[in-house]
């Protein structure tokens, strides 16, 4: 079956308009390929649903069973493991254009939790379309292995940053690691980033108390490193910033 064509400007859907990370070879071709069923006749229960979650609401439970693979359209979100005393891991931040996890396109049951940091809106595609999607789409292959391997590459990352860092490091790398990400969706303006993350996010992400992440962010400013205030984050030198996190 031959690959099916980029969705035209006029067919993009318009809630995915204005979103920085819709051409990303994965929402467009996606949707394009539902628009393409729905016009063909498909039933409703395979097309894909929109959906939206309020800030600091848990979306999905670690092993919850989810019938679709979710990827987010709008705002940031987390993944999370909890432990049976309360003590929380984030494995990985979710910006919009991300898929929650490419397990899910052959497992549906989630492996960890997701929760919304902010208002976050999501979009739902039946998991049977994608995996026929990728059998006849070899841009949509493409797209799919690259989120496994950005996934390995954060997880590799982690265990790094848990094993072998110190406090310092850890948090730079995960400004420097968010910066470049939110920079390959057009999303960030010079040097300054949305930065909806609190201290308690970027602790549970870093294995760290909320009092040492608090002391490390207050040395960054008084080092010249980042201005931080409450929704954004501007890198003011990422020489030294870079130095610190041991990525130089």
Known sequence: MPAQPTPRKSEVPPACAACP??????????????KSAGMAGAPPQDEPHDHSALARRAIWREGETLDRVPIICQGWAATAITLSDGRRQILSFLLPGEMVSAVLIHDPVSPCSV???????FRLFPRAAIKDALLQ????FAAVAKIWTD?????DRLAIDLGRRGAAERIASLILNLAERLRSRGMMQSETMDFPLRQHHIADAAGLTVVHVGNVLAEFRRGGLIDINERSLTIRDATELRRVADAA
């Open 151 to 155: 996934e390995a590459a954060r997880a």
């Open 21 to 34: 990370a819709f051409h990303n070879q994965l929402c467009d071709t996606l949707t394009h390929i539902a």
């Open 115 to 121: 929760e919304a940091i902010t208002d976050v809106r």
């Open 137 to 140: 789409q070899p841009d949509l």
